[in-house]
């Protein structure tokens, strides 16, 4: 929206850009290159409350602040909706648990991309990994295990993130 001229305001709840995936010297990185490009970045907000009249929008902060907006873009991440497989008796932890081979605690049921908690040789425990490059992965290594060509799903996962010219690319945990 900034690079299109309009002013534009990022509000995160938390105390710093993408604090889940980044250093908090990267998210100064990106903080700045965002207040660079004239967007008002405000963190440690959270907004309480969204109403709308006449086709703006505003934005009500839990410190009483109203931000007022003609389009919101809301980024939450998720949740991992399990509650069909607890209720089919198949084990969750903040997600499907799956084997190495991606199958549940059924063989015959196979779970794969952001509900799925693995194994990861990289990982102490159980991952969960939300990136569309993982589900792609691990739909094909299902796909490999369900005709019999089971192997360890192993792939290091990346992640990227394109913000103005800056791209960013992780690859590991």
């Not at 001229?5 to 990022?10: D, E, F, K, L, S």
């Not at 967007?39 to 929008?57: K, M, N």
Request: charged share 15%; with cysteine; aromatic share 6%.
């Amino acid at each position: 929206a900034a690079t299109l001229g309009r002013n534009t305001t990022v509000l995160e709840a938390t105390d710093r850009l993408m604090g889940r995936v980044v250093s908090p010297a990267l998210s100064a990185y990106y903080r700045d290159l965002h207040a660079g490009h004239g967007v008002d970045v405000r963190l440690g907000v959270a907004v309480t409350e969204l109403a709308g009249a006449g086709g703006q929008v505003t934005g009500v902060c839990g410190d009483g602040t109203v931000v007022p907006a003609d389009l919101v873009i809301i980024g939450i991440g998720i949740v991992p909706n399990d509650d069909l497989a607890a209720a089919a008796g198949l084990a969750c932890d903040r997600g499907i648990v799956v084997d190495a081979m991606l199958r549940t605690a059924d063989p015959g049921i196979y779970a794969i991309g952001d509900c799925a908690a693995f194994p990861h040789p990289m990982a102490r425990g159980l991952v969960r990994l939300e990136s569309v490059q993982n589900a792609v992965d691990q739909g094909k290594a299902a796909a490999d295990a369900i005709l019999g060509e089971a192997k360890p799903y192993t792939a290091v996962p990346w992640f990227w993130s394109d913000q103005y010219d800056a791209h960013l690319q992780i690859a590991g945990l």
